[in-house]
């Protein structure tokens, strides 16, 4: 339990990526997949792309950034969910190696050591933006990332620090609340969509977080969900939290705003 509550919350970029496979689901679907390898300072990553070949043409490309338990199938869910928007979508792997685990205390060791170096989990991030922008299917003027739990962390970081992307977007993420140390390198737009009733994000945290950025200027999004609670999103979230003992608990409406309201947000900020 620690760890969940640790974790609420240059360049050197080996690109050799190759796709493991890729597959169309049927001979009438336009959905492709595939798993790819990648690399970055010795570490191996594998991620998975999704797009729709149904649409003609570049298009913008966005970064999944995964939970605190890995790059599941829930992350690859929601890269399929983007690629049939007419995205193209990268679930990114942020551990090193495809590490996944549902204990909690495994889980928390991997999110911590990620958030603990800060230069490893930005050289991560920016190994899979570069992997992005090297499909052929991206527009690689109109980039964003999302991100869930840790992840919805990590890409707000990832704003605050400067990652030149047009958007980000975190979905019950931890909310960093220490001083933007450049705020004039912050470019990107920022939608926070947080659950009013996560124990993890407390009145005083959203404060924190909501000074934080006030004090220097940068514009944001935040919508608070009524009722809702930590990992709104994840319809697994009630059985992984009666499995753990921790306050996960999905909200079908909260979800379901969330995802339109992250529509109207690329709708607004992509070109």
Not at 155 to 182: Q, W, Y
């Amino acid at each position: 339990m620690k760890y969940l509550y640790t974790i609420l919350l240059g360049f050197l970029v080996v690109a050799g990526c190759s796709g493991k496979k890729e597959n169309q689901a049927n001979q009438n679907s336009s959905l492709v997949t595939k798993e790819v390898n990648y690399s970055t300072d010795g570490t191996p990553l594998k991620g998975f792309i999704a797009y729709d070949s149904s649409f003609s043409g570049k298009r913008p490309g966005i970064i999944v950034v995964h939970e605190w338990w890995g790059l599941n199938d829930y992350a690859r869910k929601r890269a399929e969910m983007l690629a049939k928007l007419g995205y193209v979508a990268l679930a990114v792997d942020m551990y090193g190696n495809g590490k996944t685990s549902y204990h909690p205390e495994t889980a928390g060791k991997f999110a911590t050591e990620v958030m603990q170096k800060m230069d490893t989990a930005t050289a991560r991030f920016d190994a899979g933006l570069k992997l992005l922008k090297n499909q052929p299917q991206t527009d690689t003027a109109n980039l964003a990332a999302i991100g869930y739990c840790f992840g919805g962390g990590i890409v707000l970081r990832m704003a605050l620090e400067g990652i030149p992307i047009n958007g980000v977007v975190s979905f019950h993420g931890d909310l960093p609340t220490e001083p933007v140390k450049h705020p004039d390198s912050v470019n990107a737009n920022i939608l926070v969509c947080n659950g009013a009733a996560d124990p993890f994000n407390p009145p005083e945290k959203v404060k924190a977080f909501k000074t934080a950025l006030d004090t220097v200027g940068i514009k944001y999004t935040f919508i608070n969900y009524a009722g809702a609670k930590h990992s709104f999103t994840n319809p697994a979230a009630d059985s992984l939290g009666k499995k753990n003992n921790l306050p996960l608990e999905y909200n079908k409406q909260a979800d379901e705003k969330s995802w339109n309201d992250m529509k109207d947000f690329f709708n607004r900020i992509f070109k």
